[in-house]
């Protein structure tokens, strides 16, 4: 969704439902993740069920905690 919230707003609401910021521009829900691909200096990109654009990057700063609650 286009919104002119900063996704910090967003992100303190919908944290505890599911949601992750992986990437300064994008959120995702965790359970809509289908596809998570390796990427380089050891990020990834995460293919999400709903959304036909391109992969979505998950930041050097995020990957950790991504890594984490996907259990990978």
């Known amino acids: 969704y286009l919104t002119t919230e900063p996704l910090n707003h967003y992100e303190e609401i919908l944290s505890s439902y599911g949601f992750f910021r992986c990437h300064r ?3 995702i829900g965790l359970e809509a993740v289908t596809e998570v691909i390796p ?3 050891n990020t990834y990109q995460v293919k999400v069920s709903g959304y036909l654009g391109a992969e ?6 995020n990957v950790k905690v991504f890594k984490e609650l996907l259990q990978l």
Do not use: D, L, T
């Open 25 to 27: 521009n994008f959120m």
């Open 39 to 41: 990427w380089f200096n």
């Open 56 to 61: 979505i990057p998950v930041s050097r700063r």
